[in-house]
Every structure is written in C-alpha cells, then in structure tokens.
C-alpha cells in the first residue's frame, strides 16, 4: 500500500508540473555582452534610471525595453485600440 502511495505522489508531482515561481518581471531589461556574441537579458527593472547603472558599471551592453511585458494596462492581443474623440483647436 506505502509503495502504491508513493508511486501516486510520484506521478501526481509530474503531471502537475511543480516548478519554481518565475521572477518578477519589469518594463526594462538590461542586455548585457557575456563574451563570443551572446547576450544576456536581465529584465527586472522598473524605470530606464535603474537599467542604466547595469549597463553603465562595466558590463558592455545597453537598456532597451521588455519585448514580453504587457504594459502597466496590458491589452488582450489583437484588441483593437479605443477610440479617441477628435478635440477642436480654437
């Protein structure tokens, strides 16, 4: 009975696919060289003045924003933008 139990857990952990939570993300990311071409995106930052200090501290790269951030109101993909009402100027 303890083995079937267990063989139980066993295959419940792998169908329901623990993992660990994924970092928090932020609108900014930092693209940092690691040498021979690759780069390395770190992506966690709030605002460009926090990106900049990464980049700026010797590690060759640049800020640039977060391709897979939604925006503070993201839209659902393919809704179509509001309407905005056209304003006289006097």
Known sequence: ?????IA?????AMLLDIR????QEGPWCAVVS?????????????SLEECRPNVI??????????????GWYGRAE???RPARPHR???
């Open 57 to 70: 501290a010797g590690n060759r790269g640049f800020c640039e924003m977060n391709p897979n951030w939604p």
């Open 8 to 12: 139980a857990v066993f295959i419940a």
């Open 34 to 46: 690691i040498g021979w071409g690759d780069l390395q995106r770190d992506c966690h930052y709030a």
């Open 88 to 90: 006289r100027r006097y």
């Open 78 to 80: 393919g809704e179509p």
């Open 20 to 23: 660990p939570a994924p970092a």
């Open 1 to 5: 009975m303890r083995k079937l139990l």
